[in-house]
C-alpha cells in the first residue's frame, strides 16, 4: 500500500511546483506589463510637456490667442494675470471635456466644450471681480474674450476629448503654463522698453503688499510708446519667433552632424 501511496505523493508534489511556476511567471508578466506601462506613462507626459513648451507652443508656433496676447502684454502684471485666468480655464474645461468625452454626441460637441469653456471663463471672472478688481478693470474685454480663444477650444477637441482625464489635466496644465509664460516674456520686454520698470502694479493682481515688488530697471525720461502699444507687440513677438525657430533650426543641424559620425563609426570598408 505504501507503494501505490508514493508515487501519487511525487505527482502531486510536481503539481504544485507547476502551478506555483506558473504563478511565478504570471506574476512575472503582469510586473513587466505594469513596468512597461509606466514607462509609456512617463514618455507620454515627458511628450505633452515638450509639446507644450516648447515644440507646440500655443502662441510661438500655432499662434492661437494672439489678440489678448498681444493686447494686454504692455506690463507683467497684466500679462500674468491673463496668463494665470487662461490656465485656469485650461486645465478646467479639459479635465470636463474628458470627464464627459464618452457621453457627447459627436455632431453637437464643438458647442458644448464652448458652453463649457463660457461657464470656467465666467467663474473666473467672477473670482476676479472679487478678489482682483483692479486687474479686472485692467484686462476689460479681453477676460471675457478668453471663450474664444483658440487654444483652448483645440486643446478641448484635438486631446482632452480623446484621452483620459489625468493626461488632459496635464496637457491643459502645459499648454497653460507654455501661453502664460509667452505672455509674461512679451510683458517682461515690453515693460522694460517702455516704462522702464518691472512689475508696475503688482498690487492689483496679489495685493498691496506686492506695491514693493516695482523694480526700476532704467530711467527714462518719457515712455517708449512703440514698446507699449500694440504694434510693439508684433515686433517682439516676431523677434521671439524667429529666436525659437533659430535655436530649433541649430538643434537640428547638431543632431545630422552628431548623426553622420556615428554612422562614420560604424562604417565598414569592403576594399581591402
Known sequence: MSNNIAPQSTNSDINTEQVNDTIAADAAQEAARKAELKLAAKAEYKELAIQGLWKNNPGLVQLLGLCPLLAV???????????????????????TVSAIRHWVPKDIRIPIFVLIIAAFVTCVQLLMNAFTYGIYQSLGIFLPLIVTNCAIIGRAEAYASKNPVKQAAFDGLMMGLGFALILILLGVIREILGQGTLFDGA???????????????????????????PPGAFIAMGILIALKNAIDSHIKAKQAVKGEKVIERVRVNFDS
Open 73 to 95: 502684454t504692455s506690463t507683467v502684471t497684466n500679462a500674468l494675470g491673463l496668463g494665470l485666468a487662461t490656465l485656469l480655464v485650461l486645465i478646467c474645461s479639459n479635465i
Open 203 to 229: 498690487e492689483l493682481l496679489l495685493g498691496d503688499w506686492a506695491s514693493g515688488l516695482k523694480i526700476q530697471v532704467m530711467q527714462l525720461d518719457t515712455q517708449f510708446l512703440l514698446a507699449i502699444l
